[in-house]
């Protein structure tokens, strides 16, 4: 049976959130398709053995008038089934003119107030007719991979991957304080990080790196996805802003302290490996898209007592 999941997500992270959705339906009706707005998506899962394909789709999602010619393009691949992890007339009426034969879908008319984790949790129980689904899974790398990174990095050192990068400036931690807390952790014990930040922002990850008293700093602004998801799952560690890096780390089993400024609970709520720190005085459930929180309320003893305290 060739099965299709549509992810209405741009964002690396919101697509690794729904992996093991995904994941739960390839294991009823084996290896999947999934239809993304998502352009590293594919870079990200090339290991994953219960994806078979991944397709972007970076047109026909825009405009109503794009139906028929997404209906066309869905008629390429004679899928049986589809299910639409998003409440989108368009995707929703292509898949029925395209004749496949089931389409499942979240309720079209409902997108306010989504939660990211339980919609697609209740999504994919009604669907598969099952409870309980999990709502993390394991992030599927191939074993060699890992053993290349960890020959080149002394395993008496703690990895830590500093999570320095993110989609926006609102969910961005202060820089000076990203060196300050790699200092305070040199001088208290041995460790070699990671700094994640992409192409973008080579000038924030120079700044890290010129201010930090040790020479244990691997910048990784100049490496593709495929290249950066080894060192993620070599780690002991994620700390820094909400991004696809903190996903993959928690997917691994690894435990990633996230800071949430202008980030929804929702994004870290589904894994027991997250660990949220939030400005003094605000409540998690106030903190969303908009909020806006001054990233200097998130101290760098703060961070550097939850590192401490979660290494072990």
Same mark, same amino acid.
């Given at each position: 049976m060739k099965t299709c999941i549509y992810l209405s997500y741009k964002g690396l992270g919101a697509n690794l959130l729904h992996l093991t959705y995904c994941h739960e339906i390839a294991k009823t009706y084996g290896p999947v398709t999934i239809l993304t707005l998502c352009n590293n998506l594919e870079s990200a899962l090339k290991d994953d053995p219960l994806i078979e394909k991944i397709i972007l789709i970076d047109k026909f999602h825009k405009r109503f008038i794009d139906i028929l010619k997404l209906k066309k393009f869905l008629n390429t691949f004679n899928f049986d089934q589809i299910f639409i992890y998003y409440p989108s007339f368009r995707i929703y009426l292509a898949s029925i003119f395209s004749n496949i034969k089931n389409v499942y879908s979240y309720p079209i008319f409902n997108k306010k107030n989504l939660h990211l984790v339980k919609a697609a949790k209740r999504f994919t129980e009604k669907s598969l007719g099952i409870s309980?689904?999990?709502? $993390?899974? *394991? !992030? &599927?790398? #191939?074993?060699?991979?890992? +053993? $290349?990174?960890? #020959?080149? &990095? +002394?395993?008496?050192? &703690? /990895?830590?991957?500093?999570?320095?990068?993110?989609?926006?400036?609102?969910? #961005?931690?202060?820089?000076?304080? !990203?060196? #300050?807390?790699?200092?305070?952790? %040199?001088?208290?014990? =041995?460790?070699? !990080? &990671?700094?994640?930040?992409?192409? +973008?922002? /080579?000038?924030?990850? +120079? $700044?890290?790196?010129? =201010? *930090? %008293?040790?020479?244990n700093c691997l910048p990784m602004y100049d490496k593709k996805i495929e290249e950066v998801i080894p060192y993620l799952c070599s780690a002991n560690m994620y700390v820094g802003n909400d991004s696809f890096g903190s996903h993959i780390a928690s997917q691994s089993g690894i435990k990633s302290l996230v800071m949430l400024l202008d980030s929804p609970k929702a994004y870290t709520d589904y894994s027991k490996n997250y660990q949220r720190i939030i400005p003094d005085g605000i409540k998690i459930e106030d903190i969303n898209h908009g909020s806006n929180l001054k990233p200097e309320d998130i101290s760098v003893e703060k961070v550097y007592q939850k590192i401490v305290n979660n290494r072990f």
């Open positions: 309980n689904c999990p709502t $993390e899974t *394991v !992030f &599927f790398i #191939k074993k060699a991979k890992i +053993d $290349e990174i960890n #020959k080149n &990095f +002394d395993n008496k050192k &703690f /990895k830590i991957i500093i999570g320095a990068g993110s989609s926006g400036p609102s969910t #961005k931690w202060v820089t000076k304080n !990203f060196y #300050k807390l790699i200092n305070r952790l %040199n001088d208290s014990g =041995n460790y070699h !990080f &990671f700094i994640l930040c992409g192409p +973008d922002d /080579k000038a924030l990850s +120079d $700044e890290i790196i010129n =201010n *930090v %008293n040790k020479n």
